[in-house]
């Protein structure tokens, strides 16, 4: 077979998910997630990555676009892979979710894009048979995090040079205790 | 600004780790990376994604086309994402490094894609100077797996049903602890 690479053969969307404390009509403290409603379920805020936007910069776009929140890039928290889907023109299609830091909380959805926006309890967010099967895991995985850690769900960032013509990189892997940081830090 | 997706917009390479125990002639027990030597450094071996083709098939497919060995997917391990590299034809560039289980240890590299391959240890290749700053890191992940459980560095997948006519999608993330999965779980 030829070992020549052949072209693009995936499309990269990315959603992005800014959890939230946020003070109920009960006065209980909720966890929340945002959440938009399209014509099929509740999903997270998101979109396709454009040409030379990092993961992170598409989450944030896209939930501004969508929600009008507007956010920080903290760490990946899942990636899909599908073949075949009818709106990726025959390409293959990876869809990240990120983890976001909200930095404003006042919803202002773009009509184009969602019937409603909101912030849902994250426990009934996990649970709701309205939403899609991956935004429950995605609700279940922040709600473990909300609970025991971050760090028990995300995959944080960190720039490394490249080998091409001072290019750099992004990469994106669990944290490393300080230990083994070091071992591999001549970078 | 247009809200139609593009085209595709990244190519996809995906490498495969095999981590495995070995004797070594000393008569000790060492855990050992599978890497191959290229023009530029030592780095694991890996490819491009062919259309439709699952991550973990192509870890695996390109372990065994360029060093010989069979294994099975386990986990993905890490990403990165590259913009502007001068051999991804203008396209973006995504590369995930998976950890597999190797089937077979015998070397049989091909050379037309390595000038060597061999099985070394993996606390020397995080710290070997002649390998790339990605494959350190990813040897320094797979020892703190090694010696604290590879639960602590894995992304592990299960496959969910898509919301597309009988189309089913791979889904990557941190382990769930029971009471979290079982409550997303009425995929």
Redesign the interface.
């Known amino acids: 077979p030829s070992?020549l690479?052949?072209?693009?053969?995936?499309?990269?969307g990315v959603a992005g998910q800014c959890p939230s404390f946020a003070q109920s009509n009960n006065f209980f403290v909720l966890f929340s997630g945002l959440i938009i409603q399209t014509k099929?379920?509740w999903k997270f805020p998101g979109?396709?990555?454009?040409?030379?936007e990092?993961?992170g910069d598409t989450a944030t776009r896209e939930v501004l676009e969508e929600t009008g929140i507007t956010s920080e890039f903290q760490a990946?928290?899942?990636?899909?892979?599908?073949?075949?889907?009818?709106?990726a023109?025959g390409?293959?299609d990876?869809y990240i979710v990120c983890r976001l830091k909200p930095l404003s909380f006042r919803v202002s959805f773009c009509p184009?894009?969602c019937l409603r926006c909101e912030w849902m309890a994250l426990a009934a967010l996990?649970?709701a048979?309205e939403a899609?099967?991956?935004t429950?895991?995605?609700?279940?995985?922040l709600?473990?995090g909300h609970r025991e850690g971050f760090d028990?769900?995300d995959?944080t960032v960190r720039e490394?040079?490249?080998?091409?013509r001072g290019?750099s990189?992004?990469?994106?892997?669990?944290d490393?205790?300080e230990l083994?940081?070091k071992?591999?830090a001549?970078?």
Do not use: C
Not at 76 to 87: A, F
């Open positions: 070992r690479p052949g072209y693009a053969t995936h499309q990269v099929n379920a979109g396709l990555s454009e040409p030379g990092d993961i990946l928290l899942s990636i899909r892979q599908q073949h075949g889907r009818p709106d023109f390409k293959s990876l184009h894009e996990a649970t048979e899609t099967p991956i429950r895991r995605v609700a279940s995985l709600l473990y028990k769900v995959l490394l040079p490249a080998l091409h290019l990189y992004k990469l994106y892997h669990r490393l205790p083994y940081e071992m591999s001549m970078d």
